[in-house]
C-alpha cells in the first residue's frame, strides 16, 4: 500500500493539510508532491471546505525541500519536466479560489519555502528557519524559488538567500516580508486559523475576487491591473451578499452572508 505523506483534515469548513513525512523533515519526495496534488484537487472538488492550512508534522520542520535521494535519478535533460511538474502543482496551490494560509513550524527549505509561497499568507513559529540552500548541491532553486522570493523580498535579498545559502530566522522573515506574522513555538496552526476564521467570516465572494486581482494583478502592469480590479469589482456588485453586506451594516446587524 502507498504510504501516505499527505494528510487531511477538515472541520468547520477549514482543511488542515499536513505534509508528514518526519523520518526526512517532511521532505518532499515523488509520491508526496503527487498526494498533495490530488489533495489540493479533491479540496477544489468540495464547497464545504471554505479555506486550507498547510503545515508540516512535528515541531521540528515545516518542509526541509525536496528530497534530495532523488536527485541522483534526474538527468538535465529530465529536469525542466520535473521542475515543471513542481511548479504547477505550486501554481495550483497559489490559484486555489479559497484562501490558503501556510503554518510553519521549524526548517522551511529549498521545496519548503517555495510551498510557503505560494500560499497566501504565512504564519511562521519563532523556531522557523528560512532558506534556499540548493547551491549547495550546485542546483538553483526550480519549484519557483527563483521567481517568487524576489517578488516577496526584493532582487538583492533573494539573491543574498540563493546564492549564499544565508539561512533566515522567523524574526528576520517577518522584517523582510517573507512572512507576515511570528508566534510563539507550537502555535502556528492555531494563529492560522484564528486568522481564516476571520477571513471566512466576510464575504466570501470578496474574498475570491480579492485573490484574484492581487494574484492576476502582480503578473500585469499597473494599468492593466486596475482595469482587471475594476472588473473584479463587477462580480462582487453582482452577487447576492452586496446587497446584504449594505442592508445589514444600514440596519445595524451582523451580515449572513451565502457566497453567491
Ligand atoms: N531530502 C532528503 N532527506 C532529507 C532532507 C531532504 N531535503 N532533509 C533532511 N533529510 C533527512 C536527513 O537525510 C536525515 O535522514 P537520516 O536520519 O536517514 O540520516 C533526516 O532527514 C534528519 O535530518 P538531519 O540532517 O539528520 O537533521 P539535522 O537536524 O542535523 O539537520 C537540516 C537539519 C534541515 C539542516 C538538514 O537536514 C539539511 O540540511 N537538509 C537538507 C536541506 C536542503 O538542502 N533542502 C533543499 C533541497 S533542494
Do not use: H
Amino acid at each position: 500500500m502507498e504510504k501516505e505523506y499527505v494528510r487531511c483534515q477538515i472541520e468547520d469548513g477549514i482543511a488542515i493539510v499536513t505534509i508528514d513525512n518526519q523520518a526526512a523533515l517532511n521532505a518532499l519526495n515523488n509520491q508526496t508532491l503527487t498526494q498533495l496534488d490530488k489533495t489540493f484537487d479533491d479540496l477544489a472538488r468540495n464547497p464545504e471546505v471554505k479555506g486550507v492550512i498547510i503545515t508540516g508534522a512535528g515541531e521540528k520542520s515545516f518542509v526541509a525541500g525536496a528530497d534530495i535521494s532523488e536527485f541522483l535519478k534526474v538527468s538535465g535533460a529530465e529536469a525542466p519536466e520535473s521542475m515543471g511538474r513542481g511548479q504547477r502543482i505550486f501554481d495550483k496551490i497559489e490559484a486555489f479560489d479559497r484562501p490558503v494560509i501556510a503554518a510553519i513550524n521549524g526548517f522551511t527549505l529549498g521545496g519548503g519555502n517555495e510551498l510557503a509561497m505560494c500560499c497566501d499568507i504565512r504564519i511562521a513559529s519563532e523556531n522557523a528557519i528560512f532558506g534556499q540552500p540548493e547551491v549547495n548541491l550546485a542546483i538553483i532553486p526550480g519549484y519557483g524559488g527563483t521567481q517568487r522570493l524576489p517578488r516577496l523580498v526584493g532582487p538583492g535579498k533573494a539573491k543574498e538567500i540563493i546564492f549564499a545559502d544565508e539561512r533566515i530566522n522567523a524574526q528576520e522573515a517577518l522584517r523582510i516580508g517573507l512572512v507576515e506574522r511570528v508566534v510563539p513555538k507550537g502555535q502556528a496552526v492555531e494563529e492560522a486559523r484564528k486568522l481564516l476564521k476571520k477571513i471566512l467570516s466576510k464575504g466570501p465572494v470578496a474574498i475570491k475576487m480579492a485573490k484574484k486581482a492581487i494574484n492576476d494583478g502582480l503578473k500585469m502592469p499597473l494599468a492593466e491591473g486596475l482595469k482587471w480590479e475594476a472588473l473584479c469589482s463587477g462580480v462582487c456588485f453582482s452577487a447576492e451578499d452586496k446587497d446584504e453586506g449594505a442592508r445589514a451594516f444600514l440596519e445595524k446587524r451582523p451580515a449572513q452572508f451565502k457566497g453567491k
